[in-house]
Nanobody, 124 residues
């Protein structure tokens, strides 16, 4: 059974940092695109950051550029999201996702596997 399990969420103050992890099991995703998404209350799920199979190519939505860093360790089948200078508008449930493809596309519909999410709350 394929599983993606997120960890590292929590309640922090504006300006703080958090590091999210996504551990995959049941199959390897070392050859696949992966990404972090988030969904705030009352809003649609959106891409935060994406990463190519080898970690060389990354994508960030404009609102997190310069503050968030996505990375992966294929030897551990794990992906990370380092979040610095957090803002209240970053508050959301953060989801890890993986595609069955190597295509560098990062929309919700491009992902085939999803974790259950981890809540990040940033207070002002």
């Amino acid at each position: 059974q394929v599983q993606l399990v997120e960890s590292g969420g929590g309640l922090v103050q504006a300006g703080d940092s958090l590091r999210l992890s996504c551990a995959a099991s049941g199959r390897t995703f070392s050859g696949n695109v992966m990404g972090w998404f988030r969904q705030a209350p009352g809003k649609e799920r959106e891409i935060v950051a994406g990463i190519s199979w080898n970690g060389i190519i990354t994508y960030y939505t404009d609102s997190v550029k310069g503050r968030f860093t996505i990375s992966r360790d294929n030897t551990k089948n794990t992906m990370y999201l380092q979040m610095n200078s957090l803002k209240p508008e970053d508050t959301a449930v953060y989801y890890c996702a993986a595609s069955s493809s190597v295509r560098l596309t990062y929309s919700v519909r491009d992902m085939d596997y999803w974790g259950k999410g981890t809540l990040v709350t940033v207070s002002s």
